[in-house]
């Protein structure tokens, strides 16, 4: 059992930056894959990032490659992901996800991962 607690949302504008971080809580963190996925008003949940156990390897979705950046910390059990030249469409619900499965961070599945955090807002405004 993992639990997961987000952290670092809020507002910026069209262009800033912010930095997410997914503390989590177990001593088993280094084994799991972690991903950040996120949901706007009236879309599906989506991924954006994910990072294998060791941090050596990441994945992104197209929408957000070349402007953010997921790495992990295993010494902290945390995942962070850092979001440059934020766009207005990136504006949504994001949550840190992990998965018992090594292959997950890659395609980035949302149904193989079992635990969920609660997720942080980020809204970019115009």
């Known amino acids: 059992q993992v639990q997961l607690v987000e952290s670092g949302g809020g507002l910026v504008q069209a262009g800033g930056s912010l930095r997410l971080s997914c503390a989590a809580s177990?001593?088993?963190?280094?084994?799991?894959?972690m991903g950040w996925f996120r949901q706007a008003p009236g879309k599906e949940r989506e991924f954006v990032a994910a990072v294998d156990w060791s941090g050596g390897n990441t994945n992104y979705a197209d929408s957000v490659k070349g402007r953010f950046t997921i790495s992990r910390d295993n010494a902290k059990n945390t995942v962070y992901l850092q979001m440059n030249s934020l766009k207005p469409e990136d504006t949504a619900v994001y949550y840190c996800?992990?998965?018992?499965?090594?292959?997950?961070?890659?395609?980035?599945?949302?149904?193989?991962?079992?635990?969920w955090g609660q997720g942080t807002q980020v809204t970019v405004s115009s």
């Open positions: 996800a992990a998965s018992n499965s090594a292959a997950a961070w890659s395609p980035g599945r949302l149904w193989e991962y079992e635990y």
């Open positions: 177990g001593r088993t963190f280094r084994r799991f894959a």
